[in-house]
């Protein structure tokens, strides 16, 4: 079982936007602005989408954006396209536990 | 352009041991926190351990404390997990990742490491 949950699936149409939640605890997702999100298309690694709860790298399209309250963080795709398919993995910074992830939603692009 | 190449993974028995490597290119390694991470079967990720640019901090996830050492050789721009007393539940596919920002920015492909019998 993932410290951090989130749902196991979500979809929209091409156009629309969709969040997706990543609910922790005080120890983690509460406790720090270290949230982070991942892209992962089926058989490759992880990329990193967000950092900092709401920081995007050089290179992710700004159609991403992350925010938190409390003990849940989210990230949400707005005009969603084909492309953005893929599995979503949540990750905080949870002190001297290292890092913690959520169990990933699976993105559907109807 | 940055590269992580993971080599070393493979099938062993419970109790085996088994060593990874991470070939780093395209970036200054030693000045840079790396991690291991790793990924069960049809599972979410996990953090594995990770070490400080000169070596000199590592943590550990529980899990595998006591069993897996991680290390580096900067002037082999390498990255190393020693794992030991392996069980079923460490088959993941084992990936060495960058640390940027209390992220990690930059993975490699991955290592299939299988523990069974």
């Known amino acids: 079982q993932s410290a951090l949950t989130q749902p196991p699936s979500a979809s929209g149409s091409p156009g629309q936007s969709v969040t997706i939640s990543c609910t922790g605890t005080?120890?983690?997702?509460?406790?720090?602005?270290?949230v982070s999100w991942f892209q992962q298309h089926p058989g490759k690694a992880p990329k990193l989408m967000i950092y900092?709860?709401?920081k995007r790298p050089s290179g992710v399209p700004d159609r991403f954006s992350g925010s938190k309250s409390g003990n849940t963080a989210s990230l949400t795709v707005s005009g969603l396209q084909a492309e953005d398919e893929a599995d979503y993995h949540c990750?905080?910074?949870?002190?001297?536990?290292?890092?913690?992830f959520g169990g990933g939603t699976k993105l559907t692009v109807l | 352009e940055v590269q992580l190449v993971e080599s070393g993974g493979g099938l062993v028995q419970p109790g085996g041991s088994l060593r990874l490597s991470c070939v780093a290119s395209?970036?200054?390694?030693?000045?840079?926190?790396m991690n291991w991470l790793r990924q069960a079967p049809g599972k979410g990720l996990e953090w594995v351990a990770n070490?400080?640019?000169?070596?000199?901090?590592?943590y550990y996830v529980d899990s595998v404390k006591g069993r897996f050492t991680i290390s580096r050789d900067n002037a082999k721009n390498s990255l190393y997990l020693q794992m030991n007393s392996l069980r079923a539940e460490d088959t993941a596919i084992y990936y060495c990742?960058?640390?940027?920002?209390?992220?990690?920015?930059?993975w490699g492909q991955g290592a299939l490491v299988t523990v069974s019998s």
């Open positions: 990742a960058r640390g940027y920002a209390f992220a990690w920015d930059y």
């Open positions: 395209g970036f200054s390694f030693s000045r840079d926190w």
């Open positions: 070490i400080k640019e000169d070596g000199s901090d590592k």
């Open positions: 005080s120890s983690d997702v509460g406790g720090y602005n270290y």
């Open positions: 900092e709860v709401s």
């Open positions: 990750s905080s910074y949870a002190g001297r536990k290292g890092w913690v």
